[in-house]
């Protein structure tokens, strides 16, 4: 990219350094006095602080949650509902998990406070939470509440709406401007992949016959392939996981950015952004540092947890989180 260019990202990006506006009805503290003497989000901090200590798997696992309720529908918590035909039951959905713990930080706030805490808040705040613990203090960012609960959860929507891990940077672009993020919020909300995993049948393709060539994808690196290989032969019964950081898996960091400029994406979409014009500019400020990929996802976050949320008197407080209050 041209060094005009990166400077305009840059300008651009240090921008939303300093304004993130309270969006729509939402506000930061919304709960501060409405849970009788109860702190809900430091209840809901102590949950989640007691899973990571024993499963740090829980900070991915929180993000697609929450990334997979807002692309569908809003962020309404309607991914949470259990019965026949959800979005539960979409074949994107099926291996999202963290469903136990906003259960468990539901039942903790119920019994302070009935229905007054909503379950697509407990998704933003817990979510917020993890991403604190798997990076440290630096990101740290302040969640806005006051969303409520969908009715309507239709496996349909998430099929139509959760955009695939094989996009082009363009159309990945596209599926996020198309929830009201610009291509930069593309980018960092694709940092999630810091952390978490795929699995080798995601990936096969480009390992041993990309595009039908019979020849792995000619944009990753070899070293990399050959490590996958062994990973994920081409014939086998079992279908092993892969980490989407090769560098420091376990962590919220900028490594991604550094990976994918280095052809070490795992997933398609992935080395995309760092490929195309339309994002590699921001990918590459993001992996030198030039971007404080820290706030800068923070703010990212927040913008994609006010999407079509429903405020006021639309929704409901669930008493139970994966059913509908009758």
């Known amino acids: 990219m041209a060094s005009h260019n990166l400077a305009a990202v840059l300008a651009l990006a240090l921008l939303c350094l300093f304004a993130v ?9 919304f709960y501060r006095g409405k849970c009788n003497s109860t702190d809900v989000e430091a209840t809901i901090k102590s949950i ?22 807002c692309f569908v529908r809003g962020c309404d918590a309607s991914i949470l509902l259990d019965g026949s035909g959800t979005e539960k039951t979409a074949p994107p959905n099926l291996s999202v998990r963290g469903y136990d713990l906003i259960d468990q930080a539901k039942a ?10 909503s379950c697509s808040d407990i998704i933003a705040v817990a979510t917020r939470d993890a991403v604190v ?6 990101y740290m960012y302040a969640v806005q509440t006051g969303r409520r609960d969908g009715n309507i959860s239709v496996a349909l929507d998430a099929l139509r709406n959760l955009p695939a891990d094989s996009l082009t940077a363009t159309q990945a ?12 919020d593309t980018v960092l909300l694709l940092g999630g992949h810091t952390v978490g995993i ?12 990309y595009n039908g060539s019979g020849k792995p994808d000619p944009t990753m690196d070899p070293n990399l392939v050959s490590v996958l290989k062994a990973r994920c032969p081409q014939r086998s019964t079992v279908d092993n996981s892969v980490v989407l950081d090769q560098a420091t ?6 490594s991604y950015y550094k990976q994918i400029m280095a052809k070490k994406g795992i997933l398609r979409v992935d080395q995309n952004i760092a490929l195309e014009t339309v994002t590699n500019g921001t990918v590459k400020a993001l992996a030198t540092g030039a971007l404080n990929f820290p706030t800068l996802f923070g703010n990212a976050m927040v913008k994609m947890g006010a999407i079509q949320v429903l405020t006021g008197t639309q929704g409901q407080i669930r008493k139970y989180c994966r059913v509908v209050k009758k």
């Not at 506006?21 to 503290?29: N, R």
């Not at 672009?173 to 930069?184: D, I, N, Y």
């Not at 898996?249 to 900028?254: I, Q």
């Open 21 to 29: 506006p309270s969006l729509g009805a939402l506000q930061v503290g």
């Open 48 to 69: 989640v602080a007691g899973r990571f200590a024993r499963d740090r798997s829980i900070v991915p696992a929180l993000l697609r949650l929450h990334f997979h309720d």
């Open 108 to 117: 903790a706030l119920e019994a302070k406070c009935p229905g007054v805490v």
């Open 133 to 138: 613990l798997g990076g440290g203090s630096q």
């Open 173 to 184: 672009v596209a599926a996020f401007r198309a929830k009201g993020l610009s291509a930069t």
């Open 198 to 209: 795929t699995h080798c049948s995601v990936i096969l393709n480009r390992l041993y016959n």
């Open 249 to 254: 898996p376990n962590n919220v960091d900028n």
